[in-house]
């Protein structure tokens, strides 16, 4: 459809037509939407999670099932578009791979976070990923240390503190546990974008996700185990696991990267948002979750600071 409608704009450029930069503005706007319908479906998932969680599946079960009917719907997306896959590629294979074992640990950890803690804490500190972005950049040499990158990420970890309420001896929202595993939720996304990344020349977006979706069910299907795999097939939990992987990985990611076509850096680190306030919203109406004030104010100071250095980052790159 994306495809159609640029060939649309192109041909009223050619013909000098003012029509070109009024549709270019719609998709923009529509591209938009996408993406902040992705951002809403990856926060609902958490609370999804959340419930299936409560009525006592395992987080690994939960993440397999996410990411296989993920699978399923990526397939079908490859299936219908096969130009251009880049399956041939060695390149395309190991690095989507990498990417797999990174949105294999996002989903698990994010999910083990929530189970030790809440969807509200768990979402902000998995939103803390472009800080472990910057970090692996650093080393790596691919980016520069500058203070307001320094400061930013001090911001972030006071953010952080707030909202752990790490100074509160014991306070009982969320464990070390939680932490920790939140905090790896965010790493294990930075692994996921680097290896995107670096497979995105190589092939197509939907032969990237199929690969890095395969690879996640290989590596989950041992710890979730065979036969609570199956178990939940003559659950009365199967709609939500479906709903789960329909709306955290098979529509949300095609959403995402179709969306991202006509959608400038800085305004999808914007809508981004989207996903923790979702998941913030959904913790504390549907599962009485309650934040305090000084965790609220860390939400709101790491939500702040990473979007702005996203912002940053994308303008930076643009110029």
Same mark, same amino acid.
């Given at each position: 459809m994306i495809e159609g409608l640029l060939n649309v704009t192109n041909i009223a450029a050619t013909d000098g037509i003012d029509f070109a930069e009024q549709e270019g503005a719609e998709m923009a706007s529509v591209s938009t939407a996408f993406v902040a319908l992705a951002a809403l479906f990856w926060g609902l998932s958490g609370g999804i999670a959340g419930i299936l969680m409560a009525n006592g599946w395992d987080a690994f079960v939960v993440s397999f099932y996410r990411g296989a009917i993920g699978l399923v719907f990526v397939l079908v997306w490859l299936m219908f578009r096969p130009h251009r896959s880049g399956l041939d590629s060695g390149r395309l294979w190991f690095w989507s791979a990498i990417a797999g074992l990174g949105v294999a640990g996002n989903f698990t950890f994010y999910f083990v976070s929530i189970a030790e803690g809440s969807v509200a804490v768990a979402a902000t500190l998995m939103y803390c990923a472009p800080v472990f972005v910057y970090f692996v950049s650093f080393a790596l040499k691919l980016e520069r240390p500058t203070p307001l990158k320094w =400061?930013?990420?001090?911001? &972030? /970890?006071?953010?952080?503190?707030? $909202?752990?309420?790490?100074?509160?001896? %014991?306070?009982?929202? +969320?464990?070390?546990?939680?932490?920790?595993?939140?905090?790896?939720?965010?790493?294990?996304?930075?692994?996921?974008?680097?290896?995107?990344?670096?497979?995105?020349?190589?092939?197509?977006?939907?032969?990237?996700?199929?690969?890095?979706?395969?690879?996640?069910?290989?590596?989950?299907?041992?710890?979730?185990?065979?036969?609570?795999?199956?178990?939940?097939?003559?659950?009365?939990?199967?709609?939500?696991?479906?709903?789960?992987?329909?709306?955290?990985?098979?529509?949300?990611?095609?959403?995402?990267?179709?969306?991202?076509?006509?959608?400038?850096?800085?305004?999808?680190?914007?809508?981004?948002?989207?996903?923790?306030?979702? =998941?913030?919203?959904?913790? &504390? /109406?549907?599962?009485?979750?309650? $934040?305090?004030?000084?965790?609220?104010? %860390?939400?709101?100071? +790491?939500?702040?600071?990473?979007?702005?250095?996203?912002?940053?980052?994308?303008?930076?790159?643009?110029?």
């Open positions: =400061a930013a990420i001090a911001m &972030v /970890v006071f953010g952080v503190m707030l $909202l752990t309420r790490i100074f509160e001896i %014991g306070a009982g929202d +969320i464990t070390p546990i939680g932490v920790c595993a939140g905090l790896l939720s965010g790493l294990s996304y930075a692994v996921f974008i680097f290896g995107f990344k670096y497979a995105a020349p190589h092939g197509s977006p939907q032969a990237i996700l199929v690969i890095a979706f395969a690879a996640l069910v290989t590596i989950l299907i041992w710890p979730a185990g065979t036969d609570q795999a199956v178990a939940v097939l003559s659950s009365q939990g199967w709609p939500l696991f479906a709903t789960l992987g329909v709306l955290g990985a098979g529509l949300s990611f095609f959403f995402y990267v179709i969306g991202l076509n006509y959608t400038a850096p800085a305004v999808a680190s914007i809508v981004a948002m989207v996903e923790p306030v979702t =998941a913030s919203l959904f913790s &504390v /109406v549907v599962l009485h979750e309650r $934040l305090g004030g000084l965790q609220i104010f %860390g939400m709101v100071l +790491i939500l702040i600071t990473v979007t702005g250095l996203s912002i940053y980052s994308s303008h930076r790159w643009a110029s």
